[in-house]
């Protein structure tokens, strides 16, 4: 693995006029793992689309692959075929997913500002594996501002912001095909405005809502979760982030009304499962997030004795760009790429939650996990840092910070 400089001195950091924090696109920010195949004797490269969140304004997270044929040998596709990223039918085989997931379910994608391809990115994706058409026309798609109205809506995303909405958009088709979209748009990414479009996400019927977006962990958060995510019934996903163990806690994953979603690398294996999974760490200030909180309380559910606190995360899904995901956005990109972060984990376990059913009235589904363990794959490899207790950063048999209780195995773990 070659050496490169540390991304924080690397790259310039801008404020987006679409109000979240992105990176330079002069940011070498991660390479390959070492086991990786790939075409030519340079190794693969990403960069993330968002710089580190703060406490009051929300980042994504996503990293871009540069050189996406330079995963065709490690994702077994065709030379030269676009896209070459995982697809529908290898995140439904890795997890053991059903091809017509989501039947009857209404799946909510929360994103800032408006992203005026989403519907017809969002359509190439899905014919492009042959899954069924989600379109407004057919009852399937539906956009809103976070008030619930079509029209008028936010003002057009920037700086990146498109890629997210289709990651999250791509990735919930992929293991829920059959379900229902429903993406609101929050006008800019504050506190205030992101839970907003959650509360009118739930209002519009909702009972599963993906925010692939995060905050800096704040003492305000206990405040805001009644005032956002405390939603009986509603099964709320959130990311832990793409910044490794040492960057700390992030909100909203860190809510115990929030299902905490940490990131795997998903790679091909010749055993009984066809796939093994690692903690995603690219070895390079990114990787994926885990901690134990500052400030918000610990649910009943959770067990783990070395956190007095909120401990993330619950469960993971794939999330390393070395092993990344085909995703389709013509709005800020050229069409086909190859993507990878926590934000693809998080519509990733909001779709597997849609595949389980409608949660019964008056739970909280980020306790199912927990009392299904046995329904998951348990990851034991890989770590996101260096800590102590150790757990908090590395895997082990059992509960992990980076990986939670561990990844799907069917939809058995995502209800009552």
């Given at each position: 693995m070659?050496?490169?400089?540390?991304?924080?001195t690397a790259i310039a950091l801008s404020a987006c006029a679409a109000g979240l924090l992105t990176f330079s696109t002069l940011a070498l920010a991660g390479q390959a793992h070492a086991d990786l195949p790939h075409s030519t004797s340079a190794a693969p490269l990403w960069h993330p689309l968002c710089a580190a969140p703060t406490t009051t304004l929300a980042s994504c997270d996503v990293l871009?692959?540069?050189k996406p044929h330079e995963h065709v040998?490690?994702?077994?596709?065709?030379?030269?075929a676009a896209p070459s990223g995982y697809g529908p039918s290898d995140l439904q085989s890795a997890y053991k997913l059903p091809s017509d997931g989501g039947t009857?379910?209404?799946v909510a994608i929360i994103d800032a500002y408006d992203d005026p391809n989403a519907e017809k990115d969002l359509g190439t994706y899905r014919k492009q594996y042959g899954l069924p058409a989600c379109t407004t026309s057919n009852g399937c798609f539906k956009k809103v501002d976070s008030s619930g109205h079509a029209s008028p809506l936010p003002s057009k995303a920037s700086a990146n912001q498109g890629a997210e909405d289709s990651l999250d958009l791509d990735l919930l088709s992929a293991v829920?095909?059959?379900a229902k979209i429903l993406f609101v748009e929050a006008s800019k990414g504050t506190v205030a405005e992101m839970g907003k479009a959650v509360n009118q996400a739930v209002a519009l019927g909702a009972e599963f809502i993906s925010n692939s977006y995060i905050f800096k962990e704040s003492s305000s958060d206990s405040s805001y979760d009644k005032q956002y995510y405390d939603h009986p019934g509603v099964a709320v996903v959130a990311g832990t982030g793409d910044w490794n163990y040492s960057w700390g806690m992030g909100y909203p994953s860190s809510s115990p009304y929030v299902t905490s979603v940490g990131g795997t690398s998903l790679v091909r294996s010749p055993g009984e499962r066809g796939w093994n999974e690692t903690v995603w760490n690219s070895k390079s200030d990114e990787g994926t997030g885990s901690g134990c909180s500052a400030y918000e309380p610990k649910p009943a559910w959770q067990k783990d004795t070395g956190c007095a606190k909120r401990m993330t995360a619950d469960v993971a899904a794939v999330a390393d760009p070395a092993h990344g995901l085909a995703v389709y956005d013509s709005y800020q990109k050229n069409g086909w790429g190859v993507f990878g972060g926590t934000s693809a984990a998080t519509p990733v376990i909001a779709g597997v939650?849609?595949?389980a059913g409608a949660p019964p009235a008056g739970s909280n589904p980020a306790s199912f996990p927990y009392a299904h363990q046995d329904a998951l794959n348990d990851i034991t490899k890989g770590d996101n840092g260096q800590c102590a207790p150790a757990y908090f950063c590395t895997a082990e048999q059992g509960y992990d910070g980076p990986t939670g209780l561990g990844t799907p195995n069917g939809t058995a773990a995502f209800h009552e």
């Amino acid at each position: 693995m070659r050496h490169h400089t540390d991304r924080r001195t690397a790259i310039a950091l801008s404020a987006c006029a679409a109000g979240l924090l992105t990176f330079s696109t002069l940011a070498l920010a991660g390479q390959a793992h070492a086991d990786l195949p790939h075409s030519t004797s340079a190794a693969p490269l990403w960069h993330p689309l968002c710089a580190a969140p703060t406490t009051t304004l929300a980042s994504c997270d996503v990293l871009e692959v540069d050189k996406p044929h330079e995963h065709v040998a490690a994702l077994g596709v065709t030379a030269g075929a676009a896209p070459s990223g995982y697809g529908p039918s290898d995140l439904q085989s890795a997890y053991k997913l059903p091809s017509d997931g989501g039947t009857g379910q209404t799946v909510a994608i929360i994103d800032a500002y408006d992203d005026p391809n989403a519907e017809k990115d969002l359509g190439t994706y899905r014919k492009q594996y042959g899954l069924p058409a989600c379109t407004t026309s057919n009852g399937c798609f539906k956009k809103v501002d976070s008030s619930g109205h079509a029209s008028p809506l936010p003002s057009k995303a920037s700086a990146n912001q498109g890629a997210e909405d289709s990651l999250d958009l791509d990735l919930l088709s992929a293991v829920a095909p059959r379900a229902k979209i429903l993406f609101v748009e929050a006008s800019k990414g504050t506190v205030a405005e992101m839970g907003k479009a959650v509360n009118q996400a739930v209002a519009l019927g909702a009972e599963f809502i993906s925010n692939s977006y995060i905050f800096k962990e704040s003492s305000s958060d206990s405040s805001y979760d009644k005032q956002y995510y405390d939603h009986p019934g509603v099964a709320v996903v959130a990311g832990t982030g793409d910044w490794n163990y040492s960057w700390g806690m992030g909100y909203p994953s860190s809510s115990p009304y929030v299902t905490s979603v940490g990131g795997t690398s998903l790679v091909r294996s010749p055993g009984e499962r066809g796939w093994n999974e690692t903690v995603w760490n690219s070895k390079s200030d990114e990787g994926t997030g885990s901690g134990c909180s500052a400030y918000e309380p610990k649910p009943a559910w959770q067990k783990d004795t070395g956190c007095a606190k909120r401990m993330t995360a619950d469960v993971a899904a794939v999330a390393d760009p070395a092993h990344g995901l085909a995703v389709y956005d013509s709005y800020q990109k050229n069409g086909w790429g190859v993507f990878g972060g926590t934000s693809a984990a998080t519509p990733v376990i909001a779709g597997v939650y849609a595949d389980a059913g409608a949660p019964p009235a008056g739970s909280n589904p980020a306790s199912f996990p927990y009392a299904h363990q046995d329904a998951l794959n348990d990851i034991t490899k890989g770590d996101n840092g260096q800590c102590a207790p150790a757990y908090f950063c590395t895997a082990e048999q059992g509960y992990d910070g980076p990986t939670g209780l561990g990844t799907p195995n069917g939809t058995a773990a995502f209800h009552e």
